[in-house]
């Protein structure tokens, strides 16, 4: 929860999976939730994005992304991208918090 936004987050971490700086963020679902955390874990940094759960049940809890039981999963969700190009959707966490 983060109190002084009135916001309820779900926290979501990855480390780098293959080559470059590729994250796999698991288990994303359409819970209580007002936030997702993206934290991802580099051996020298660790980096904090979000976004809202509409944009997530928009791009992520969509036909493609499904996780436990393939493509056509209706309950967890899965999204994979490159730090690099990071979807527009998902957002430096100091976008959020700049009034803070």
Not at 57 to 80: K, R
Request: glycine share 8%; proline share 3%.
């Amino acid at each position: 929860y983060l109190r002084s936004l009135n916001l309820r987050a779900e926290v979501k971490t990855s480390t780098m999976w293959g080559e470059g700086k590729n994250f796999t963020f698991q288990q994303v679902r359409d819970q209580d939730y007002d936030v997702i955390l993206f934290q991802f874990i580099l051996p020298n940094e660790v980096k904090l994005y979000y976004c809202t759960k509409e944009a997530a049940l928009e791009n992520i809890m969509v036909d493609g992304h499904g996780q436990h039981g393939g493509g056509d999963a209706t309950e967890t969700y899965w999204i994979t991208f490159d730090l690099e190009t990071v979807p527009n959707y998902i957002t430096p966490i100091e976008h959020l918090l700049s009034n803070e």
